[in-house]
Nanobody, 125 residues
């Protein structure tokens, strides 16, 4: 299983970015997928994710209304569209996938067996 994240960059506050995570080597539609982020000196934090294909996505409170996660099973890709970015959104963003995960553990990094390499998002004026 391989996950390849891309789309990060340096933007000003209020701008938008769309991250992509392309998967290979797995039956993508059968996997829970999620985005996490990690800022320097902080723990890895759940951003948003799907428990399974077709389910309603879950988000952390700080990004609700600004970020949208989506998945394209045909392309084996999960996206994170980020709008109205804030300096506190600055972090390395990781995608993750897991074949067996229970709903209550969706936000827990240790629940995921497959991780992408991360893409840096920096929000600064």
């Amino acid at each position: 299983v391989q996950l390849q994240a891309s789309g990060g960059g340096l933007v000003q506050p209020g701008a938008s970015l769309k991250l992509s995570c392309a998967a290979s080597g797995l039956t993508f539609s059968a996997y829970a997928v999620a985005w996490f982020r990690q800022a320097p000196g902080r723990d890895r934090e759940f951003v948003g994710g799907f428990h399974r294909s077709g389910s309603i996505p879950m988000y952390t409170d700080s990004v609700k209304g600004r970020f949208t996660i989506s998945r394209d099973n045909a392309k084996k890709t999960v996206y994170l569209e980020m709008n109205n970015l804030r300096p506190e959104d600055t972090a390395v963003y990781y995608c993750a996938a897991s074949r067996t995960i229970i709903y209550s553990q969706l936000r827990v990094p240790a629940s995921y067996s497959n991780w992408g390499q991360g893409t840096q998002v920096t929000v600064s004026s």
